[in-house]
């Protein structure tokens, strides 16, 4: 199947810096990528859809100052997380649609927030 | 709104078939998927049905939907301790839509 990588796996930072999180497609170009959220024993929850090219779509009560999106090529999405805090400690995944209906899923980056 | 739901843990022996349930509320879902997540792990797609479909199988893998009751179950046969994890069955209408994720079946298989 298509391949979605995330960079970093993990980080771990002090709060009130800012991290970024790469989402790429690797074989197949994806117009549209999704991040998720998911907190432990929890299910995933869509913070926001990316579109290339124009602004993203964010899910009520996800602030979108603090976690900004750019979906500059076909290819990449990139989440940053601004002034992180402990509480945006989280496991961020994204998603990438495939033309067949299929959504391939990134591994994931753990974030830590000190 | 829609909602998934699913059973939360559910335990087997090394050997024996695993069903795992899922309901789901938005009748306009046009696919159905179950994703697998291990420890740590991102997800791992395993199969999606269409909404038109009842039946689908791919080797040890079983997807059964029930339209009528919005329902939708995954058959794991001979089950094998590399088959723990946690089960994600989802919705959405098309590939391009974010899906609606279920909370998740733990699936423990004792040797």
């Given at each position: 199947g298509a391949v979605v990588s995330q960079h970093p796996s993990r980080v771990i930072c002090k709060s009130g810096t800012s991290v970024k999180i790469e989402c790429r497609s690797l074989d197949f170009q994806a117009t549209t990528m999704f991040w998720y959220r998911q907190f432990p024993k929890q299910s995933l929850m869509l913070m926001a859809t990316s579109n290339e090219g124009s602004k993203a779509t964010y899910e009520q009560g996800v602030e979108k100052d603090k976690f900004l999106i750019n979906?500059?090529?076909?290819?990449l999405s990139t989440l940053t997380v601004t002034s992180a805090h402990p509480e945006d400690s989280s496991f961020y995944i994204c998603s990438a649609a495939t033309g067949d209906n299929e959504q391939f899923f990134g591994p994931g980056t753990r974030l830590t927030v000190l | 709104g829609e909602d998934v739901e699913q059973s939360l843990f559910l335990s087997v022996r090394e050997g024996d078939s695993s069903v795992i349930n899922c309901t789901y509320?938005?009748?306009?879902?046009?696919y159905l998927y179950w994703y697998k997540q291990e420890p740590g792990a991102g997800l791992q797609l395993l199969t999606y049905i269409f909404s038109n479909m009842d039946m689908k199988q791919d080797q040890r893998l079983t997807v059964l939907l029930n339209k009528k009751d919005k329902h939708l179950s995954l058959r794991i046969a001979d089950t094998q301790t590399g088959d723990s994890a946690i089960y994600f069955c989802a919705e959405g209408d098309t590939g391009r839509r974010a899906l609606t994720f279920g909370s998740g079946t733990r699936l423990q298989v004792q040797p």
């Open positions: 979906h500059a090529s076909l290819t | 509320t938005d009748s306009s879902s046009t």
